[in-house]
């Protein structure tokens, strides 16, 4: 069986992501590294605790990773992210505190010694900014030709941004960190914008987890809501919230989700365009192409199985 790391900024569609790799049997998540974005480090932290008690997984180990980006020295919550996500990340939805505590070790140090511990049987899912896996890569160079793969969700290679015209979030908070990993070596398969926008959640699903009954089923469905609501303002035309978390996790699973564009890429760290992922002109010759790109996806079928096994999961949970 596959090992699974992921690495949050536990917002709203990190939560999901969460539900997906526990509703999949394919993996086991051995872990989850925390990082900022949605919300600050020990916010996400302490949701990623929490949820996982909820959902009937107190055995996941959860691992603080770094609290701001390898360029600054501090990080503050945009305006923005509290409006999607909430005040604490996760729809504004009270849930009770785990009783556990974050592990001793790194998420930094973790990281390299599940790689060394499962090879490539190890994906890793970073959904929020890349600082952590750099600072693996950086200390432990070694291990890009040892993993398994590296699957996140950030990016736009076909479609504008979420930032600005071509930078997406994710790769916004710390775009030097992102760059390095495009360069480092190890295999990445990027799931942005051009993807996750196309699969979309309404409130029609969510209803289906409240009439469950259950308290996760209603967790998800008060959090969820809350995210739909927010789309509604800042992205009416697509009807439905994106679940790009969960689409990075479905595809570190399942790669047939979605159709890959080999590419060796890299992020514009310079001028108007800094931010933007795109392919690296100085190595399009090159005999290997380490990074890929999702261009198209299955949605139907991503969405049956987001469902599926999100819902499977609220059920037993109880």
């Given at each position: ?215 996760a089923g209603e ?27 969960p689409l990075a ?48 996806v299955d949605v ?19």
């Amino acid at each position: 069986m596959k090992k699974l790391i992921l690495d949050l900024d536990t917002g709203v569609d990190d939560a999901l992501a969460i539900s997906y790799a526990l509703g999949s049997p394919e993996v086991e998540l051995i872990g989850i590294t925390g990082t900022y974005g949605n919300v600050l480090l020990d916010q996400g932290v302490r949701n990623a605790l929490a949820i996982t008690d909820l959902l009937g997984h107190p055995e996941v180990k959860v691992y603080k990773g770094l609290p701001h980006s390898s360029t600054t020295d501090s990080f503050e919550v945009l305006d923005i992210s509290a409006f999607i996500h909430g005040e604490n990340g996760i729809g504004d939805v009270d849930i009770p505190d785990s009783p556990r505590q974050p592990e001793i070790e790194s998420a930094v140090d973790f990281i390299i010694d599940a790689v060394k511990t499962y090879g490539k049987d190890l994906i890793y899912v970073p959904t929020g900014p890349m600082t952590n896996i750099a600072a693996a890569l950086k200390k432990a160079p070694e291990i890009k030709d040892e993993i398994g793969n590296i699957v996140l969700m950030g990016g736009a290679l076909t479609v504008p941004g979420n930032c600005n015209a071509c930078m997406e979030a994710n790769i916004s908070q710390d775009p030097e960190a992102a760059n390095e990993l495009f360069h480092s070596g190890a295999p990445v398969t990027m799931v942005g914008l051009d993807v996750t926008l196309r699969t979309l959640l309404t409130y029609k699903e969510t209803q289906q987890w409240r009439d469950l009954g259950t308290k996760a089923g209603e967790f998800l469905a008060d959090m969820t809501d809350f995210y739909i609501k927010a789309y509604e303002t800042t992205s009416p035309h697509l009807g439905g919230c994106g679940l790009h978390d969960p689409l990075a996790v479905a595809v570190a699973i399942d790669p047939s989700l979605v159709t890959l564009l080999p590419l060796n890429m890299k992020v514009d760290l310079e001028g108007p365009t800094r931010g933007r992922t795109i392919g690296d002109e100085t190595r399009l010759s090159e005999p290997a192409d380490t990074t890929k790109a999702a261009v198209q996806v299955d949605v139907p079928r991503f969405l049956n199985e987001f469902m599926t096994r999100i819902t499977n999961l609220a059920k037993a949970a109880e």
